[in-house]
């Protein structure tokens, strides 16, 4: 028995060894690595930490907008010159700060990322063909980096089924005269228990430039509020980790379980010199806001879907907002109920905007805004993030939208013109598929069903039906129980 044992314990080390990608020694009874032992090198000049990385390499680059960047490591590869590299980053920064000044100095050849944000830069050298893009929904981009740390070579995900992720054909790289020189592959399917997955590979880079808050002199690091975002599941997913901290603290400064990042994934350390911590979008409160304002309920049309939208809300639940509309609704729920608001760049328990003193660099939501947040508050990293959305955790996703289709099809890509956002099928690619459940617009409110399609349940005052089916591009049913759109109160 005992020998089966240790029969059982080799085999199952030996495996994980193995998925490891580390070479091993094979002896009569154990295994060894061969690697040689690494222990964390301290830095005093960032240049010196990244002069290695050569022309082409993958690197990984921590951050969520502009919160928790490696502004050290950025402008020293901006000084090293180093040339065709592949970025993995969520964003590419702003024009003139991040990674937007590596794009500036054409040192990127290609961006995964989930997100071209604000970057004109970024979108110009795309539609010119001067930059590959790979996009890649942002839960997925996380995964995939957190299963390359974890030595999952790959994982089945529901997300991007049915979209051009799956199908294939997304644009990676234009040609000058706009064309489609590079397209995306299409991805393997399977079906588990009835619901459709696809195949994503595990993302690994080369170097893995970090942002932390504060290491000790072992090498452990540990990351501030939202700051964590990418960061953590990076520092796992790369041959070799450059971490950049704020302060560095004696060993016994941290408790052993209140560290984020071990030293055994830490292979560089420096002490940035300066932070600029730059806040991409400043939004602040001032004493008093919140009350009601003065003027007929639902005359401001965007107001109207917001305080539709906030009745949507409910006692107890856990609900992830998107940007825009969404984040607003929240402004109006009810002091007497409790609703935990959770945002994917890692923070469970947002509150409202700060006041001008309480602006905070390292505490942003998923719009990059400057937050504060409730008592109870938590924070955790982008894969933990999803991981609460795909797993069922959150109660209610709230998103705004382009474009529905009937079934619930979803098109987040700008509409030219006054075109119909609700069709009988969307004509733009699809970003999410019949994921939709219901439809709040400035003059109704439907349900969706994935069979049967739209219910049209409540409508806006003075308005009928026929002026419903004018302004929509596909049929509905309309409920016996139809009423007046419902506003929340002030």
């Known amino acids: ?79 090293t010159g180093v040339k065709g590299l592949t970025a993995v980053s969520n964003n590419a920064g702003v024009d003139n700060f991040g990674l937007g000044l590596l794009l500036q100095s054409k040192q990127i050849k290609r961006m995964v990322s989930s997100y071209v944000g604000e970057n004109a830069e970024f979108e110009r050298q795309y539609l010119s063909g001067e930059l590959e893009v790979e996009l890649t929904p942002q ?49 393997e399917v399977r079906e588990f228990n009835g619901q459709h997955f696809i195949l994503e590979e595990a993302i690994t880079g080369d170097f893995a430039l970090v942002k932390a808050w504060k290491a000790d002199k072992a090498g452990n690091v540990i990351f501030r509020k939202s700051a964590r975002n990418f960061n953590l599941p990076m520092c796992k997913a790369a041959e070799t980790t450059v971490v950049e901290v704020e302060e560095i603290v004696d060993i016994g400064s941290f408790a052993p379980e209140d560290i984020h990042i071990p030293q055994i994934y830490v292979h560089r350390l420096i002490k940035g010199e300066k932070y600029e911590k730059r806040i991409e979008r400043l939004s602040i409160r001032k004493e008093g806001d919140g009350k009601s304002k003065s003027g007929k309920p639902g005359d401001d049309v965007r107001e109207r879907i917001i305080k539709r939208a906030a009745l949507e809300f409910e006692d107890g639940m856990y609900a992830n907002l998107g940007i825009g509309i969404p984040l607003l609704a929240s402004n109006f729920i009810s002091p007497n109920m409790t609703v935990h608001l959770q945002s994917e ?133 309309v409920s016996p129980k139809l009423m007046p759109m419902k506003q929340i109160a002030n």
């Not at 505490?363 to 993030?385: Q, R, W």
């Open 139 to 187: 839960g997925t981009l996380a995964e995939r980096i957190r299963a390359g740390g974890a030595g999952v070579p790959a994982f089945y995900t529901s997300t991007g089924y049915g979209t051009l992720v799956q199908e294939g054909g997304s644009p990676i790289k234009y040609n000058k005269d706009g064309s489609v020189a590079i397209a995306s592959k299409p991805r």
């Open 345 to 477: 760049n890692g923070v469970l328990g947002l509150g409202p905007y700060p006041l001008q003193h309480e602006a905070d660099a390292d505490l942003i939501n998923a719009g990059k805004e400057t937050v504060t947040v409730l008592p109870g508050a938590s924070f955790f990293s982008s894969d933990e993030s999803f991981a609460m959305i795909r797993g069922g955790h959150v109660n209610l996703t709230m998103l705004g939208a382009m474009q529905v289709s009937k079934y619930g099809d979803l098109a987040n890509w700008m509409i030219p013109g006054n075109a119909h956002k609700i069709m009988e099928k969307c004509t733009l690619p699809l970003t999410g598929k019949q994921c939709v459940n219901r439809i709040i617009t400035e003059k109704a409110v439907f349900d969706v069903d994935k069979k049967k399609g739209l219910t049209l349940i409540e409508l806006w005052e003075g308005l009928t039906v026929e002026d419903i089916q004018k302004s929509t591009g596909c049929d509905f049913a």
């Open 1 to 79: 028995m005992a020998a089966l044992k240790l029969l059982s314990s080799g085999l199952r080390l030996c495996a994980s060894a193995r998925g490891a990608g580390r070479a091993w020694s094979k002896g009569c009874v154990c295994y060894f690595s061969t690697s040689t032992c690494r222990h964390t090198k301290f830095y005093t000049d960032p240049v010196e930490a990244v002069k290695d990385i050569p022309d082409g390499a993958t690197i990984l680059v921590g951050g969520f907008g502009l919160c928790g960047i490696p502004e050290n490591l950025i402008g020293a590869l901006l000084k």
